[in-house]
């Protein structure tokens, strides 16, 4: 290659790496959010949504709403170069309109288990134009999901997977518990449990008599969710409660909410921390 050619790749790759450094990001998820910090680009963020609160760099971007609806309106005000979403999170005319005002829009499909998780991460570092930043965190994730389950499925020789209901809750007006098939779903299982709801798939409303029939060990919920319900002592008086097994012996295991539905870099750690807190709720009683 002659000298000539040599200067016009590097100028070329300067001019890449310059235009990646001047990048405003908006993400619309906390799995979005803590992949781009983990791909150690995080001082290009420059709004995400209400769930981004990891980490604290994160936690004190604006947000781009109050809730999970999002305009085009609201985004187009950051002046961003690029919008990342989950999949089927922002609506259709709102994609339209941020690309229509010249505006990068990237939809990410999350998949609910380790394959997908690595290739959720590869995904991110590719639309951002961090190809080898991600092969690298795919990497060290992998290293570290191995091991993580590997110490689950050690830990869990010869005991029953406890069963685990996960409740979610806005107040005692909106509750819903999770099926197969979701995000939570999944989590409890690659945690060493057992969801205690099979008859359907994804989220439905939580009444008494399901609560009942699936007798869980342990009724799961996330932080929010259960300082909406008024804690635990108010959780385990709410109807039925105390017929169940978890009622019976006080198995309210409390998680942060954005580590439990982090199927991205952070997957091992919330999978170490859900096996660790079922581990301390059987235990205990």
Same mark, same amino acid.
């Given at each position: 290659? /002659?000298?000539?050619?040599?200067?016009i790749?590097?100028? #070329?790759m300067?001019?890449?790496g310059?235009?990646?450094?001047q %990048?405003r990001?908006?993400?619309?998820?906390?799995?979005?959010?803590?992949?781009i910090?983990?791909?150690?680009?995080?001082?290009?963020?420059?709004?995400?949504?209400v769930?981004?609160?990891?980490?604290?760099?994160?936690?004190a971007?604006? &947000?781009v709403s109050?809730?999970?609806? #999002? /305009?085009?309106?609201?985004?187009?005000s950051?002046?961003p170069?690029?919008?990342?979403?989950?999949e089927?999170?922002?609506?259709?005319? *709102?994609?339209?309109?941020?690309?229509?005002?010249?505006?990068?829009f990237?939809?990410?499909?999350?998949n609910y288990?380790?394959?997908?998780?690595? &290739?959720?991460i %590869?995904?991110?570092a590719d639309?951002?134009?961090?190809?080898?930043?991600?092969?690298?965190?795919?990497s &060290?994730?992998? #290293?570290?999901?191995?091991?993580?389950? $590997?110490l *689950?499925?050690k830990?869990?020789?010869?005991?029953?997977?406890p069963?685990?209901l996960?409740?979610?809750?806005?107040?005692?007006?909106?509750?819903?518990?999770?099926?197969k098939?979701?995000?939570?779903?999944?989590m409890i299982n690659?945690?060493?449990?057992?969801?205690?709801?099979?008859?359907? /798939?994804?989220?439905?409303?939580?009444?008494?008599?399901?609560?009942?029939q699936?007798?869980?060990?342990?009724?799961?919920?996330?932080?929010?969710?259960?300082?909406?319900?008024?804690?635990?002592?108010?959780?385990?008086k709410?109807?039925g409660?105390?017929?169940t097994?978890?009622g019976?012996? $006080?198995r309210i295991?409390v998680m942060?909410?954005? +580590?439990l #539905?982090?199927?991205?870099?952070? +997957?091992?750690d919330?999978?170490?921390?859900?096996?660790?807190?079922?581990?301390?709720?059987?235990?205990?009683k």
């Amino acid at each position: 290659m /002659s000298r000539f050619y040599v200067i016009i790749l590097c100028f #070329v790759m300067q001019i890449g790496g310059w235009a990646r450094a001047q %990048q405003r990001i908006i993400t619309l998820n906390s799995s979005l959010t803590e992949t781009i910090y983990g791909l150690g680009i995080g001082e290009r963020m420059i709004a995400t949504d209400v769930t981004s609160i990891s980490p604290k760099a994160a936690a004190a971007l604006p &947000r781009v709403s109050k809730n999970r609806s #999002v /305009s085009a309106e609201g985004l187009l005000s950051f002046k961003p170069s690029i919008v990342i979403a989950n999949e089927g999170d922002v609506s259709k005319s *709102v994609i339209q309109q941020i690309r229509a005002a010249g505006v990068k829009f990237v939809s990410i499909k999350p998949n609910y288990s380790v394959p997908g998780a690595l &290739r959720y991460i %590869q995904e991110v570092a590719d639309a951002v134009g961090e190809s080898a930043a991600g092969k690298n965190l795919v990497s &060290r994730t992998k #290293v570290s999901l191995d091991h993580t389950m $590997e110490l *689950v499925k050690k830990e869990n020789q010869g005991k029953a997977a406890p069963k685990v209901l996960f409740l979610y809750a806005r107040g005692t007006g909106t509750m819903s518990v999770a099926g197969k098939g979701s995000s939570l779903d999944a989590m409890i299982n690659l945690a060493g449990g057992k969801n205690a709801v099979q008859e359907f /798939s994804d989220f439905k409303p939580y009444t008494t008599e399901a609560l009942v029939q699936a007798n869980p060990d342990i009724v799961l919920l996330f932080d929010f969710g259960a300082s909406s319900l008024g804690g635990e002592d108010a959780i385990l008086k709410l109807p039925g409660m105390r017929i169940t097994n978890a009622g019976k012996n $006080e198995r309210i295991l409390v998680m942060n909410a954005s +580590l439990l #539905v982090n199927f991205s870099n952070r +997957l091992p750690d919330a999978i170490l921390a859900l096996h660790r807190g079922f581990g301390e709720m059987m235990d205990s009683k």
